[in-house]
C-alpha cells in the first residue's frame, strides 16, 4: 500500500516537471502507476494480503487532537475495493487518452492535472483521517475542475465551471460541518478516533443528513445535481469517464465511510431519507437523460440516475442494519458496490465512445449522427455491449447488480416500521421504471448515433478511432460481459467489505455449481447468467443451422420502403425520413415529462400550398432550477443588494457598526462565556 | 366453513370495493361512470351481504338488499335517465391527468392502512382490516368529487363515499338497523336534492359543469 | 429421478413450447374468426406460413448493419429460451433453477432491445415509429410487471416459478386479494407485451396504428419467419406463466411418474386451449385503443400491482 501511494505521488512529481515531453510519459506512468495500485487492492481483497496497517505522514495540521502527529492514510477493505474502482477507470482513461489526447488542442491545460486528479481519488479513498481526507477531496475538486476548464473558450464551459465550483464548495463545506460533528469536542480527527466516541442520537443524524448533502452533491443526487450535467460533458471525454465513472464513486465511498463507517448505530428513518433520495434520482435522472440530444450530456444524466440506484441500496442496507437484519444489510450493500464497480465499467466505455465520435465527427449532437456502424465498424461493438449493460440487460453486468438490489427490496417486507414496509416495494417500482427507460434512452442514443443513415455530412464521413482508445474501449467491455456471466466471483470479492462494516455477509457464492448465483440460501432464488448465455447462443445455433439445412440462403439487397421519399435526392432523403432524437421520445415525453418538466410541442404546421417546412417548437424547464435554485438565486441577489449599501456608509457609520459588533461580542461573552 | 376462508372471502369482497372505486376513477365518460357506480352499489351488497352471514346478524341483510336494490338498479338508472336528457352521455369529461389521480389514490390507500394498522392494532382482526379498505374507499370517494368537474361524477363521487361509510358500518358490528336505514335515506335524499340542483344548474346556466358556478360566483378567473 | 430422464424432460418442455406456440396463435386466429362470423385460416395456417417463409429469399435493406440480420436469431433464441423457463407441465425441470421470475421479464426486455435497434437500423420513419410507441409502451409495462413479480413473489416466499408454482399447487395461501389483483394486471401486461388489442393489432397493416409490425416492416424470408415465431413464443409464454401462477391444477410435481407427467401435459393443453378461447372472445368484444389512451391502460396495471402489494401487508398482519 505504501509503495503503490508514493508510486502515485512519484508519478504526479516526476510527471508534473516534464510539462512538454508528452502524452506518452504522463498517460503511460499514469497506466502503470493505476495498474499497480489495482494489484495491490486485488491483493487486498482477494487474498489477505494487507500492508502496513497505518502510515502517519509527518505533514499536516499540527495541534489536530491528541494524536496530532499528521495526516494518516490505510487501507482498510472498503479502502481496497473503491480502491479497485478507482484503478481500472484510471486505467482505461490513461489506455484511452494514449491514443485520444493526441487531438488536444492545448495539451498543457490537461497533462499536469490529469495525474494530479487520479492521485487525489486515490489518496480520498485511503486517507484515515478528516484533514487528510478533506484535503485530498478539494484537491480532487479543484483538480478536476480545473480539467473541466481545459476548454474554456466556450461560454458554456465557464459558465459549467461556475457552478461546479460554487456546488463543489458547498459540499465541502458540509462534510467539513460532518466531521466537525463526528470529532465532538475532543477534537480528534482520526477516523479511528471517532468511531469510538460515543455521540447522541441526534448529532449522528445530523452527521448523516450532512454526509448526504455533502456526498450526494459530489456524487449527483437530485436536487443537487445541477452542476454534473453542465460540468462532466465539458471536460475531455476521457476526463469525463474518470469524472463520471470514479469521482462519483468516490463521493460514494465518502458517504458509506461516514454513514456506515463513522457515524454509530443507525436510526431506521436514515435509510428512508436516502431511500427516497436515491428513487428520486434514478427517475429522474434518466427522464432528463432521455430529453436531451447531446451525447455527452445523456450520458452525464445517466450517471445521475445510476447514481440513484447505488443510493437505493445504501439507503436499504441502512434500513436493514438500523433494524438488525445483517444478512439482507449485506445483501444491499453488496449490490450497491457491485452496482458502483459495473457503472464504472460501462460508462467509462460509453464516454469513450462519445470522445470517439466527437472525434471523428467534430459533433455531440445526435440530430446530426446516424449510420455509424457502417464506418466504425469496431468501436461500434463495445459500446453496443456497454449499452446492453447499462439498460440493466441479461446476461450482462448492470442486470446482475440491479438483480441483486430487487432481491434486496423482495426482503424487505421483514421490515418493523409501516413506513419502510409500504415505501420499498414503491422504490422498487421506480428502480424498474428507470431500468425501463434506461433501455429506452440507450435504444435511442445507439440507435440513433449507430444506426439507421447519416443526418449529416459530418457523420457520413466519419473514420474510426485509433488503436489505443479502441483497446481501452475493448477491455472496458469484455469486463463488463466478464462481470455479467460470473458475477459471483464478484460478490465473493465484495463480502470482506460487508463483513467489516456489517459484520455479516452474502453466502460464498464460488462453490455453487454452473457458477450460478444465490444471494439468500433460504429462497432460493438463483440467477445463472453463464447458462443462461450458453443456451441463448445454443438455441441462436440451432435456429441458424436448421435454416441454413432448410431454408434457402439467399439474401438480397434493396432499398427500404419510405413512403415514396426514398426517390428523393441524398439531403432529403437522409433528413426527411428517419426519426430525429426528439421525435423518438415523444410518446415517453408526452406521458411522463408533461407534468414534471412541463414539457411542450408545438407544431408549426405549412398551409396547404406554401412551401416552407412545419417547425416543431420544444420546451421543457428543469423543476430543480424553477423551484430551488432559482428563488435561492434570487434571495442571495437581493441580499446582495441590500448589502451592498454598506459600501456607501461614512466613516462614523463605519465606527458605529465596529463598536456595535465589539460591544454584542463582549455582551454575549458577559452572558455565556 | 373454516374461519380462515370466511375471512379470506371478506377480504376479497372488501378490496373488490376499493379496485371498483379505482375503476371509477378510470373511467372518462360520464355513462361510464355509472354503470361503475352500479358495479359498487353491487360489490357493496355482496361484502354486507357476507357480512351478514359470518356475523349471523339477519339485519344486515336488509341493508344488503338496500345496497342492491336501490344503489345498483334505480339510482344508477335514474342517473342514466338524467344524463340522457342533457344530452351528455358521451361527454369527455376534462380530468386532470387519470394517471395523476390514480397515483394520488394509491397514495390514499397506503395513508388509510398506516393509519388504522397503528391505530387499531390490538382490536379484532376482520373489522380492522374492513376498516382500512372502508377508509380507503371514503378517501377514494372524496378524491372523485374533487377532481371532477362535472357534477353528475361528483354525485358518483358521493355514493361511493356514502358505500365505504356502509361497509364500515357493516364491519364494526352491531350498529342498529336504525342507523343503517336513516343512512340509507339520506343517500336517498342527498340524491333527491343533488338532482334538483342539477337541473336548476342546468336551467341557469346550460351546463351541468360545476365551475360555471364558480363563474356566476366571481371566483373563476 | 436420473439425470438423463430430467435432461429428456427439460428437451420436451423445450421442443413443446416450439411446438405449441404457432398452434397457440392460430387456434386464436380461427377462434377470432368463427366468433365474427368469417371462416378464417385452418389451424395449421401458421405452420404453413412458416414453412413458405423459410423457403423464400431474405431481402436486407440497403442501409442496414449486421444488427438488423444478427437480431431475429437473438430474439428467437431469447424467446425460446425464456419461455422453457416457465413450467409448463411439470416443475423442477433440470434447468429451471436457472433464472427466476426476474431475470425472465428482463431477458424479454434484451429480447425488446434488440428488436428496437434493428427497427432504427434500416433508418426509415416506420422503424423510428414502432420504437418510440414501443419503448413508451414498455417504460410502463416493465415496472407494472415487477409490480406483480413483487404481489406474487412476497406471497410465495420465492421469485423462482417452480417454486411459486408448488406453493399455489398446494393451495395454502386460500383466497387472496392481492393474487386476484396480480391477474387482472398481469393480464394486461400480458395484453400490452403480445401486441394484442387493445394496445396493439396483430393483423393492422395501416402504417399509423400498427406497434409491433412497424418495427418489422423490412424484415422477410427467413428473418420475418425467426420473428414471427419468437412472437408466437411470446404469447404462449405469457399464457403459461398466467396458467402456471394463477392456475397450476394437476401440474406434475418434481420426481412425478409417467401418468403424472402425462396428467400435467393433459391439463396444460386444456388450460393453453381454455386461455386461447378467452383471448379470442376478448379481442372480439373490445376495439383498439388510441396510442395515448394505452398509458393509462398500461398505468392501471402498474397502479394494481402497487395496490395488490400495499394490501399484501394488510392481510399478512391478519
Given at each position: 500500500?505504501?509503495?503503490?501511494?508514493?508510486?502515485?505521488?512519484?508519478?504526479?512529481?516526476?510527471?508534473?516537471?516534464?510539462?512538454?515531453?508528452?502524452?506518452?510519459?504522463?498517460?503511460?506512468?499514469?497506466?502503470?502507476?493505476?495498474?499497480?495500485?489495482?494489484?495491490?487492492?486485488?491483493?487486498?481483497?482477494?487474498?489477505?494480503?494487507?500492508?502496513?496497517?497505518?502510515?502517519?505522514?509527518?505533514?499536516?495540521?499540527?495541534?489536530?487532537?491528541?494524536?496530532?502527529?499528521?495526516?494518516?492514510?490505510?487501507?482498510?477493505?472498503?479502502?481496497?475495493?473503491?480502491?479497485?474502482?478507482?484503478?481500472?477507470?484510471?486505467?482505461?482513461?490513461?489506455?484511452?487518452?494514449?491514443?485520444?489526447?493526441?487531438?488536444?488542442?492545448?495539451?498543457?491545460?490537461?497533462?499536469?492535472?490529469?495525474?494530479?486528479?487520479?492521485?487525489?481519488?486515490?489518496?480520498?479513498?485511503?486517507?484515515?483521517?478528516?484533514?487528510?481526507?478533506?484535503?485530498?477531496?478539494?484537491?480532487?475538486?479543484?483538480?478536476?475542475?480545473?480539467?473541466?476548464?481545459?476548454?474554456?473558450?466556450?461560454?458554456?464551459?465557464?459558465?459549467?465551471?461556475?457552478?461546479?465550483?460554487?456546488?463543489?464548495?458547498?459540499?465541502?463545506?458540509?462534510?467539513?460541518?460532518?466531521?466537525?460533528?463526528?470529532?465532538?469536542?475532543?477534537?480528534?480527527?482520526?477516523?479511528?478516533?471517532?468511531?469510538?466516541?460515543?455521540?447522541?442520537?441526534?448529532?449522528?443524524?445530523?452527521?448523516?443528513?450532512?454526509?448526504?448533502?455533502?456526498?450526494?452533491?459530489?456524487?449527483?443526487?437530485?436536487?443537487?445535481?445541477?452542476?454534473?450535467?453542465?460540468?462532466?460533458?465539458?471536460?475531455?471525454?476521457?476526463?469525463?469517464?474518470?469524472?463520471?465513472?470514479?469521482?462519483?464513486?468516490?463521493?460514494?465511498?465518502?458517504?458509506?465511510?461516514?454513514?456506515?463507517?463513522?457515524?454509530?448505530?443507525?436510526?431506521?428513518?436514515?435509510?428512508?431519507?436516502?431511500?427516497?433520495?436515491?428513487?428520486?434520482?434514478?427517475?429522474?435522472?434518466?427522464?432528463?437523460?432521455?430529453?436531451?440530444?447531446?451525447?455527452?450530456?445523456?450520458?452525464?444524466?445517466?450517471?445521475?440516475?445510476?447514481?440513484?440506484?447505488?443510493?437505493?441500496?445504501?439507503?436499504?442496507?441502512?434500513?436493514?442494519?438500523?433494524?438488525?437484519?445483517?444478512?439482507?444489510?449485506?445483501?444491499?450493500?453488496?449490490?450497491?458496490?457491485f452496482h458502483a464497480l459495473n457503472h464504472m465499467l460501462f460508462k467509462s466505455t460509453l464516454f469513450f465512445g462519445a470522445g470517439a465520435i466527437q472525434h471523428a465527427t467534430g459533433t455531440r449532437d445526435l440530430a446530426q449522427l446516424g449510420g455509424l456502424i457502417h464506418r466504425m465498424r469496431r468501436s461500434a461493438v463495445p459500446m453496443l455491449i456497454a449499452a446492453l449493460a447499462i439498460a440493466a440487460l441479461p446476461p450482462l453486468n448492470g442486470f446482475a447488480s440491479e438483480w441483486l438490489l430487487l432481491q434486496a427490496i423482495l426482503l424487505s417486507p421483514a421490515l418493523p416500521q409501516f413506513g419502510l414496509k409500504l415505501a420499498v416495494p414503491a422504490i422498487g417500482a421506480l428502480v424498474a421504471l428507470s431500468a425501463a427507460f434506461a433501455a429506452a434512452c440507450f435504444v435511442r442514443l445507439y440507435g440513433i448515433a449507430y444506426l439507421g443513415r447519416a443526418r449529416g455530412t459530418a457523420a457520413?464521413?466519419?473514420?474510426?478511432?485509433?488503436?489505443?482508445?479502441?483497446?481501452?474501449?475493448?477491455?472496458?467491455?469484455?469486463?463488463?460481459?466478464?462481470?455479467?456471466?460470473?458475477?459471483?466471483?464478484?460478490?465473493?470479492?465484495?463480502?470482506?467489505?460487508?463483513?467489516?462494516?456489517?459484520?455479516?455477509?452474502?453466502?460464498?457464492?464460488?462453490?455453487?455449481?454452473?457458477?450460478?448465483?444465490?444471494?439468500?440460501?433460504?429462497?432460493?432464488?438463483?440467477?445463472?447468467?453463464?447458462?443462461?448465455?450458453?443456451?441463448?447462443?445454443?438455441?441462436?445455433?440451432?435456429?441458424?443451422?436448421?435454416?441454413?439445412?432448410?431454408?434457402?440462403?439467399?439474401?438480397?439487397?434493396?432499398?427500404?420502403?419510405?413512403?415514396?421519399?426514398?426517390?428523393?435526392?441524398?439531403?432529403?432523403?437522409?433528413?426527411?425520413?428517419?426519426?430525429?432524437?426528439?421525435?423518438?421520445?415523444?410518446?415517453?415525453?408526452?406521458?411522463?415529462?408533461?407534468?414534471?418538466?412541463?414539457?411542450?410541442?408545438?407544431?408549426?404546421?405549412?398551409?396547404?400550398?406554401?412551401?416552407?417546412?412545419?417547425?416543431?417548437?420544444?420546451?421543457?424547464?428543469?423543476?430543480?432550477?424553477?423551484?430551488?435554485?432559482?428563488?435561492?438565486?434570487?434571495?442571495?441577489?437581493?441580499?446582495?443588494?441590500?448589502?451592498?449599501?454598506?459600501?456607501?456608509?461614512?466613516?462614523?457609520?463605519?465606527?458605529?457598526?465596529?463598536?456595535?459588533?465589539?460591544?454584542?461580542?463582549?455582551?454575549?461573552?458577559?452572558?455565556?462565556? | 366453513?373454516?374461519?380462515?376462508?370466511?375471512?379470506?372471502?371478506?377480504?376479497?369482497?372488501?378490496?373488490?370495493?376499493?379496485?371498483?372505486?379505482?375503476?371509477?376513477?378510470?373511467?372518462?365518460?360520464?355513462?361510464?361512470?355509472?354503470?361503475?357506480?352500479?358495479?359498487?352499489?353491487?360489490?357493496?351488497?355482496?361484502?354486507?351481504?357476507?357480512?351478514?352471514?359470518?356475523?349471523?346478524?339477519?339485519?344486515?341483510?336488509?341493508?344488503?338488499?338496500?345496497?342492491?336494490?336501490?344503489?345498483?338498479?334505480?339510482?344508477?338508472?335514474?342517473?342514466?335517465?338524467?344524463?340522457?336528457?342533457?344530452?351528455?352521455?358521451?361527454?369527455?369529461?376534462?380530468?386532470?391527468?387519470?394517471?395523476?389521480?390514480?397515483?394520488?389514490?394509491?397514495?390514499?390507500?397506503?395513508?388509510?392502512?398506516?393509519?388504522?394498522?397503528?391505530?387499531?392494532?390490538?382490536?379484532?382482526?376482520?373489522?380492522?382490516?374492513?376498516?382500512?379498505?372502508?377508509?380507503?374507499?371514503?378517501?377514494?370517494?372524496?378524491?372523485?368529487?374533487?377532481?371532477?368537474?362535472?357534477?353528475?361524477?361528483?354525485?358518483?363521487?358521493?355514493?361511493?363515499?356514502?358505500?365505504?361509510?356502509?361497509?364500515?358500518?357493516?364491519?364494526?358490528?352491531?350498529?342498529?338497523?336504525?342507523?343503517?336505514?336513516?343512512?340509507?335515506?339520506?343517500?336517498?335524499?342527498?340524491?333527491?336534492?343533488?338532482?334538483?340542483?342539477?337541473?336548476?344548474?342546468?336551467?341557469?346556466?346550460?351546463?351541468?359543469?360545476?365551475?360555471?358556478?364558480?363563474?356566476?360566483?366571481?371566483?373563476?378567473? | 429421478?436420473?439425470?438423463?430422464?430430467?435432461?429428456?424432460?427439460?428437451?420436451?418442455?423445450?421442443?413443446?413450447?416450439?411446438?405449441?406456440?404457432?398452434?397457440?396463435?392460430?387456434?386464436?386466429?380461427?377462434?377470432?374468426?368463427?366468433?365474427?362470423?368469417?371462416?378464417?385460416?385452418?389451424?395449421?395456417?401458421?405452420?404453413?406460413?412458416?414453412?413458405?417463409?423459410?423457403?423464400?429469399?431474405?431481402?436486407?435493406?440497403?442501409?442496414?448493419?449486421?444488427?438488423?440480420?444478427?437480431?431475429?436469431?437473438?430474439?428467437?433464441?431469447?424467446?425460446?429460451?425464456?419461455?422453457?423457463?416457465?413450467?409448463?407441465?411439470?416443475?423442477?425441470?433440470?434447468?429451471?433453477?436457472?433464472?427466476?421470475?426476474?431475470?425472465?421479464?428482463?431477458?424479454?426486455?434484451?429480447?425488446?432491445?434488440?428488436?428496437?435497434?434493428?427497427?432504427?437500423?434500416?433508418?426509415?420513419?416506420?422503424?423510428?415509429?414502432?420504437?418510440?410507441?414501443?419503448?413508451?409502451?414498455?417504460?410502463?409495462?416493465?415496472?407494472?410487471?415487477?409490480?406483480?413479480?413483487?404481489?406474487?413473489?412476497?406471497?410465495?416466499?420465492?421469485?423462482?416459478?417452480?417454486?411459486?408454482?408448488?406453493?399455489?399447487h398446494e393451495g395454502t395461501q386460500g383466497l387472496r386479494l392481492s393474487l386476484a389483483l396480480g391477474l387482472v394486471a398481469l393480464v394486461i401486461v400480458a395484453l400490452a407485451e403480445t401486441g394484442r388489442f387493445p394496445v396493439d393489432n396483430p393483423a393492422t397493416h395501416l402504417e399509423l396504428t400498427m406497434v409491433h409490425e412497424a418495427m418489422v416492416l423490412e424484415y422477410s424470408g427467413r428473418h420475418l419467419a425467426l420473428i414471427e415465431l419468437a412472437h408466437a413464443l411470446k404469447l404462449i409464454l405469457y399464457l403459461s406463466l398466467i396458467v402456471c401462477i394463477f392456475a397450476p391444477v394437476a401440474i406434475a410435481a418434481p420426481g412425478a411418474g409417467p401418468a403424472a407427467l402425462a396428467l400435467g401435459l393433459f391439463a396444460y393443453l386444456v388450460k393453453l386451449a381454455a386461455g386461447g378461447v378467452l383471448l379470442a372472445l376478448f379481442e372480439t368484444a373490445i376495439a383498439k385503443m388510441r396510442?395515448?389512451?394505452?398509458?393509462?391502460?398500461?398505468?392501471?396495471?402498474?397502479?394494481?400491482?402497487?395496490?395488490?402489494?400495499?394490501?399484501?401487508?394488510?392481510?399478512?398482519?391478519?
Amino acid at each position: 500500500m505504501c509503495a503503490a501511494a508514493s508510486l502515485i505521488l512519484g508519478g504526479v512529481g516526476g510527471v508534473l516537471a516534464r510539462r512538454p515531453a508528452g502524452r506518452m510519459i504522463v498517460y503511460g506512468g499514469s497506466l502503470a502507476i493505476a495498474v499497480v495500485a489495482l494489484l495491490a487492492a486485488l491483493a487486498q481483497l482477494a487474498l489477505g494480503i494487507a500492508p502496513d496497517p497505518l502510515v502517519v505522514l509527518p505533514i499536516g495540521l499540527p495541534h489536530l487532537g491528541a494524536s496530532g502527529l499528521g495526516m494518516q492514510f490505510g487501507m482498510d477493505d472498503l479502502a481496497a475495493a473503491f480502491l479497485i474502482i478507482a484503478n481500472i477507470g484510471g486505467a482505461a482513461a490513461s489506455l484511452f487518452a494514449l491514443g485520444y489526447a493526441r487531438h488536444e488542442a492545448e495539451p498543457w491545460r490537461v497533462l499536469p492535472v490529469y495525474p494530479v486528479f487520479l492521485a487525489a481519488m486515490n489518496l480520498v479513498v485511503i486517507a484515515a483521517d478528516a484533514y487528510g481526507f478533506l484535503l485530498c477531496w478539494e484537491v480532487m475538486s479543484l483538480a478536476s475542475w480545473a480539467l473541466v476548464m481545459a476548454h474554456h473558450s466556450e461560454a458554456a464551459t465557464r459558465r459549467a465551471g461556475v457552478i461546479y465550483l460554487l456546488m463543489a464548495s458547498a459540499g465541502t463545506l458540509a462534510l467539513l460541518l460532518c466531521f466537525g460533528l463526528l470529532a465532538g469536542p475532543a477534537g480528534d480527527y482520526a477516523f479511528a478516533a471517532m468511531r469510538a466516541v460515543p455521540r447522541a442520537r441526534w448529532i449522528g443524524s445530523a452527521v448523516m443528513i450532512l454526509a448526504l448533502l455533502g456526498a450526494g452533491s459530489k456524487a449527483g443526487l437530485v436536487p443537487l445535481h445541477v452542476w454534473l450535467p453542465r460540468a462532466h460533458p465539458a471536460a475531455p471525454s476521457h476526463v469525463s469517464a474518470l469524472m463520471s465513472g470514479v469521482m462519483t464513486k468516490v463521493a460514494v465511498y465518502a458517504f458509506i465511510r461516514i454513514a456506515f463507517d463513522l457515524a454509530g448505530p443507525p436510526a431506521w428513518w436514515w435509510g428512508l431519507v436516502v431511500l427516497l433520495a436515491g428513487g428520486m434520482t434514478a427517475v429522474l435522472g434518466v427522464l432528463y437523460a432521455l430529453m436531451e440530444d447531446d451525447i455527452k450530456t445523456i450520458l452525464a444524466y445517466s450517471t445521475i440516475e445510476n447514481v440513484g440506484l447505488i443510493f437505493v441500496g445504501l439507503g436499504l442496507a441502512l434500513a436493514f442494519k438500523a433494524d438488525g437484519m445483517m444478512a439482507a444489510a449485506a445483501l444491499a450493500l453488496t449490490a450497491a458496490l457491485f452496482h458502483a464497480l459495473n457503472h464504472m465499467l460501462f460508462k467509462s466505455t460509453l464516454f469513450f465512445g462519445a470522445g470517439a465520435i466527437q472525434h471523428a465527427t467534430g459533433t455531440r449532437d445526435l440530430a446530426q449522427l446516424g449510420g455509424l456502424i457502417h464506418r466504425m465498424r469496431r468501436s461500434a461493438v463495445p459500446m453496443l455491449i456497454a449499452a446492453l449493460a447499462i439498460a440493466a440487460l441479461p446476461p450482462l453486468n448492470g442486470f446482475a447488480s440491479e438483480w441483486l438490489l430487487l432481491q434486496a427490496i423482495l426482503l424487505s417486507p421483514a421490515l418493523p416500521q409501516f413506513g419502510l414496509k409500504l415505501a420499498v416495494p414503491a422504490i422498487g417500482a421506480l428502480v424498474a421504471l428507470s431500468a425501463a427507460f434506461a433501455a429506452a434512452c440507450f435504444v435511442r442514443l445507439y440507435g440513433i448515433a449507430y444506426l439507421g443513415r447519416a443526418r449529416g455530412t459530418a457523420a457520413a464521413a466519419a473514420q474510426e478511432t485509433d488503436r489505443w482508445s479502441l483497446s481501452a474501449m475493448i477491455v472496458l467491455a469484455a469486463l463488463c460481459v466478464a462481470a455479467g456471466l460470473l458475477p459471483g466471483f464478484a460478490i465473493d470479492l465484495l463480502a470482506p467489505v460487508t463483513h467489516a462494516l456489517l459484520g455479516a455477509r452474502v453466502s460464498t457464492q464460488a462453490g455453487l455449481s454452473w457458477l450460478t448465483i444465490v444471494p439468500v440460501a433460504s429462497r432460493q432464488n438463483a440467477y445463472d447468467p453463464l447458462l443462461i448465455a450458453l443456451f441463448i447462443a445454443i438455441s441462436a445455433v440451432i435456429g441458424a443451422l436448421a435454416l441454413r439445412r432448410f431454408g434457402v440462403r439467399i439474401t438480397r439487397r434493396a432499398p427500404a420502403w419510405g413512403c415514396g421519399y426514398q426517390e428523393f435526392g441524398p439531403p432529403a432523403r437522409t433528413l426527411i425520413t428517419q426519426y430525429s432524437p426528439s421525435g423518438f421520445v415523444q410518446p415517453i415525453r408526452r406521458v411522463f415529462a408533461g407534468v414534471i418538466f412541463r414539457a411542450h410541442d408545438e407544431a408549426t404546421l405549412p398551409l396547404p400550398g406554401e412551401a416552407h417546412p412545419a417547425r416543431l417548437n420544444l420546451r421543457w424547464s428543469d423543476p430543480a432550477w424553477s423551484l430551488l435554485y432559482a428563488p435561492l438565486i434570487g434571495a442571495i441577489d437581493w441580499l446582495a443588494g441590500q448589502t451592498n449599501r454598506l459600501q456607501f456608509l461614512t466613516i462614523r457609520r463605519y465606527l458605529a457598526f465596529v463598536f456595535m459588533a465589539l460591544v454584542a461580542l463582549l455582551g454575549w461573552i458577559a452572558l455565556w462565556g | 366453513m373454516s374461519s380462515a376462508t370466511a375471512l379470506s372471502i371478506a377480504h376479497v369482497l372488501a378490496g373488490a370495493l376499493v379496485l371498483v372505486s379505482f375503476m371509477m376513477l378510470y373511467q372518462d365518460r360520464l355513462s361510464s361512470v355509472i354503470n361503475v357506480l352500479a358495479l359498487h352499489a353491487a360489490v357493496l351488497g355482496c361484502a354486507v351481504g357476507w357480512q351478514a352471514y359470518i356475523q349471523h346478524a339477519p339485519e344486515l341483510y336488509i341493508t344488503a338488499g338496500l345496497a342492491l336494490g336501490f344503489k345498483a338498479i334505480v339510482i344508477p338508472i335514474a342517473l342514466h335517465r338524467i344524463v340522457e336528457r342533457f344530452g351528455i352521455h358521451r361527454q369527455v369529461e376534462a380530468v386532470g391527468g387519470i394517471s395523476l389521480t390514480m397515483l394520488g389514490g394509491i397514495g390514499l390507500v397506503a395513508l388509510s392502512m398506516v393509519v388504522m394498522l397503528r391505530t387499531a392494532a390490538h382490536a379484532d382482526a376482520l373489522a380492522r382490516e374492513d376498516v382500512a379498505l372502508a377508509l380507503s374507499v371514503i378517501l377514494l370517494g372524496m378524491l372523485m368529487m374533487v377532481t371532477r368537474r362535472n357534477a353528475v361524477s361528483q354525485i358518483a363521487g358521493f355514493m361511493s363515499l356514502e358505500n365505504g361509510l356502509i361497509l364500515a358500518a357493516a364491519g364494526a358490528q352491531g350498529m342498529p338497523l336504525v342507523v343503517e336505514i336513516s343512512v340509507a335515506f339520506s343517500v336517498l335524499i342527498a340524491f333527491i336534492v343533488i338532482g334538483v340542483f342539477l337541473f336548476r344548474i342546468r336551467e341557469r346556466f346550460d351546463t351541468v359543469d360545476s365551475t360555471a358556478l364558480d363563474a356566476f360566483r366571481g371566483e373563476a378567473s | 429421478m436420473g439425470l438423463i430422464t430430467r435432461l429428456a424432460l427439460q428437451l420436451a418442455q423445450m421442443a413443446l413450447m416450439l411446438a405449441l406456440a404457432p398452434l397457440l396463435a392460430g387456434f386464436v386466429r380461427v377462434l377470432k374468426a368463427r366468433l365474427q362470423r368469417r371462416s378464417g385460416p385452418p389451424l395449421l395456417q401458421i405452420y404453413r406460413d412458416l414453412a413458405k417463409l423459410i423457403g423464400k429469399d431474405a431481402i436486407i435493406a440497403t442501409d442496414a448493419s449486421w444488427i438488423f440480420s444478427t437480431a431475429p436469431y437473438l430474439m428467437f433464441a431469447i424467446t425460446w429460451v425464456s419461455a422453457s423457463l416457465v413450467p409448463s407441465f411439470a416443475t423442477d425441470l433440470l434447468f429451471s433453477w436457472s433464472g427466476d421470475l426476474i431475470v425472465i421479464v428482463a431477458l424479454l426486455g434484451t429480447a425488446r432491445f434488440c428488436q428496437m435497434l434493428a427497427a432504427l437500423d434500416i433508418g426509415t420513419a416506420f422503424g423510428g415509429l414502432g420504437a418510440s410507441r414501443e419503448a413508451m409502451f414498455a417504460s410502463l409495462a416493465e415496472p407494472a410487471m415487477l409490480m406483480i413479480v413483487f404481489t406474487v413473489a412476497l406471497v410465495a416466499g420465492s421469485s423462482q416459478l417452480s417454486a411459486i408454482a408448488t406453493f399455489m399447487h398446494e393451495g395454502t395461501q386460500g383466497l387472496r386479494l392481492s393474487l386476484a389483483l396480480g391477474l387482472v394486471a398481469l393480464v394486461i401486461v400480458a395484453l400490452a407485451e403480445t401486441g394484442r388489442f387493445p394496445v396493439d393489432n396483430p393483423a393492422t397493416h395501416l402504417e399509423l396504428t400498427m406497434v409491433h409490425e412497424a418495427m418489422v416492416l423490412e424484415y422477410s424470408g427467413r428473418h420475418l419467419a425467426l420473428i414471427e415465431l419468437a412472437h408466437a413464443l411470446k404469447l404462449i409464454l405469457y399464457l403459461s406463466l398466467i396458467v402456471c401462477i394463477f392456475a397450476p391444477v394437476a401440474i406434475a410435481a418434481p420426481g412425478a411418474g409417467p401418468a403424472a407427467l402425462a396428467l400435467g401435459l393433459f391439463a396444460y393443453l386444456v388450460k393453453l386451449a381454455a386461455g386461447g378461447v378467452l383471448l379470442a372472445l376478448f379481442e372480439t368484444a373490445i376495439a383498439k385503443m388510441r396510442v395515448f389512451r394505452v398509458p393509462n391502460f398500461i398505468g392501471a396495471a402498474l397502479m394494481l400491482g402497487l395496490l395488490g402489494t400495499l394490501l399484501l401487508f394488510v392481510s399478512a398482519s391478519l
